[in-house]
């Protein structure tokens, strides 16, 4: 692997900041394709942004998102989480809603799953932008149609509702199957109420039954009552 100028010079930058082992680390995770599968607050990607952020040097974080843009879109959509994270939950430092909702903007808009997930909730909690119900359906359907679940879950329950799409008990029965294929025990429990209520779907109390107990066998509380 050959590191370019630019990538060279970020390593320069961390160097004289006393930080070379958090931004080998970082370099390393990119050349080989093995940035971890999760995001946090203690990855060595987000504690080399945690650092970029405690002194001001947005322009580096900049230029680390354009060199990232060269290397593969994979390690340019965490880091970019990475960074939402960072400046929504402080990290030691002020929140900064409006300045996670752009980064987590970045990744939302590379096909990021989770970003998109993210990008959903806060237009739906008003957090870093105004409160927008359709705005929020729109990241949440994205993310739901690449199978994130908790995507999934959100968007039936905004069906079943009419928050931000129409009201639409067959659209919400179809997102809480694809929920509950991927056994969330959230939504088979109210697979189980849709088909006792016959909301969507025709009355069926043995398939009712048949998701209650997957509820039940995966820890949910209600369903096992």
């Given amino acids: 692997y050959e590191v370019t100028d630019s990538a060279a010079g970020l390593l320069n930058a961390l160097r004289r900041r ?3 082992g958090d931004a080998v680390d970082l370099i390393h995770l990119i050349a080989t394709n093995r940035i971890p599968p999760h ?17 001001g040097k947005t322009n580096e974080m900049e230029m680390m998102v354009r060199q990232l843009e060269q ?23 002020p929140n900064d809603p409006a300045e996670a909702l752009k980064w987590y903007a970045k990744a939302a808009e590379h096909g990021m ?3 998109q997930l993210q990008m959903g909730r806060l237009h739906a909690t008003g957090t870093g932008t105004s409160r927008d119900e ?5 990241w949440y359907r994205k993310a ?8 999934q879950l959100n968007l039936a329950k905004r069906y079943q509702n009419g928050r931000g799409v129409p ?12 929920a509950a294929e991927q056994t969330n025990a959230v939504a088979q429990y109210h697979l189980g109420l849709i088909y006792i209520a016959g909301r969507g779907v025709a009355k069926d109390e043995s398939e009712a039954l048949k998701w209650f107990l997957s509820a039940a066998e995966a820890g949910h509380q209600a369903a096992q009552f």
Avoid: F
């Fill in 18 to 20: 006393g930080k070379l």
């Fill in 39 to 55: 995001t946090g607050l203690d990855t060595p990607m987000a504690r080399v942004l945690t650092m970029l952020r405690r002194e």
């Fill in 71 to 93: 290397w593969n879109v994979p390690a340019l959509t965490m880091m970019c989480l990475e960074a939402g994270w960072i400046y929504e939950n402080g990290s030691g430092l």
């Fill in 113 to 115: 799953a989770e970003a």
């Fill in 134 to 138: 359709v705005e929020a359906a729109k």
């Fill in 144 to 151: 739901a149609d690449q199978g994130h679940v908790a995507a």
């Fill in 167 to 178: 009201l639409d008990q067959i659209e919400a029965v179809q997102w809480y199957r694809r």
